[in-house]
T-cell receptor, first 112, second 112 residues
């Protein structure tokens, strides 16, 4: 079972560059979300989606875009990377919004 | 604003000692409660969850948690820890509107 698959695992960007973090799930979950994890701050919700074609902002959406064209995929785009976006990013999916979340392996992003 | 508080940021204990991690939340209505664990270099995994029923919940690896509604608490316990329990532990709460809210996490180090 693949579960939630994130790519890449590591990435270094220069300030101002753009990139897309990929996330795919094979559990037919309607709800998907992106979090960033920073020391001492737990996981903070960036964007989420309750189904294909529907996305919404979470707690820390600035500087990030998302789209959900299929149930399986939920990419996260950094439009113009900033050092403040250095973090570990996790994608998660769940059957419903308030049920158990399954997490991907994470992407460690460094912006220099 | 809704919030999740974890009482300790760092806990160091010896093997065979008992562990209790505190978690309090500020949601006023029906909640779903979770404890996740993140082993070094890995993604978050579900330890246990509470939706309804018996407030004493048993999870994997000998962990349990007790939901005390009157205290808005969901404390995690393990009677005898092992070195392999070294990890970061996150409490998470969702209400009927959805979206998981995570605590800041507790880093637990178990010494041999």
């Amino acid at each position: 079972n693949a579960g939630v698959t994130q790519t890449p695992k590591f990435q270094v960007l220069k300030t101002g560059q753009s990139m897309t973090l990929q996330c795919a799930q094979d559990m037919n979950h309607e709800y998907m979300s992106w979090y960033r994890q920073d020391p001492g701050m737990g996981l903070r919700l960036i964007h989420y989606s309750v189904g294909a074609g529907i996305t919404d902002q979470g707690e820390v959406p600035n500087g990030y875009n998302v789209s959900r064209s299929t149930t399986e995929d939920f990419p996260l785009r950094l439009l113009s990377a900033a050092p403040s976006q250095t973090s570990v990013y996790f994608c998660a999916s769940s059957y419903r919004m308030n049920t158990e979340a399954f997490f991907g392996q994470g992407t460690r992003l460094t912006v220099v | 604003a809704q919030s999740v508080s974890q009482h300790n940021h760092h806990v160091i204990l010896s093997e065979a000692a008992s562990l209790e991690l505190g978690c309090n939340y500020s949601y006023g209505g029906t909640v779903n409660l979770f404890w996740y664990v993140q082993y070094p270099g890995q993604h978050l995994q579900l330890l246990l969850k509470y939706f309804s029923g018996d407030p004493l919940v048993k999870g994997i690896k000998g962990f349990e948690a007790e939901f005390i509604k009157s205290k808005f608490s969901f404390n995690l316990r393990k009677p005898s820890v092992q070195w392999s329990d070294t990890a970061e532990y996150f409490c998470a709460v969702s209400d009927s509107w959805g979206k998981l809210q995570f605590g800041a996490g507790t880093q637990v180090v178990v010494t041999p």
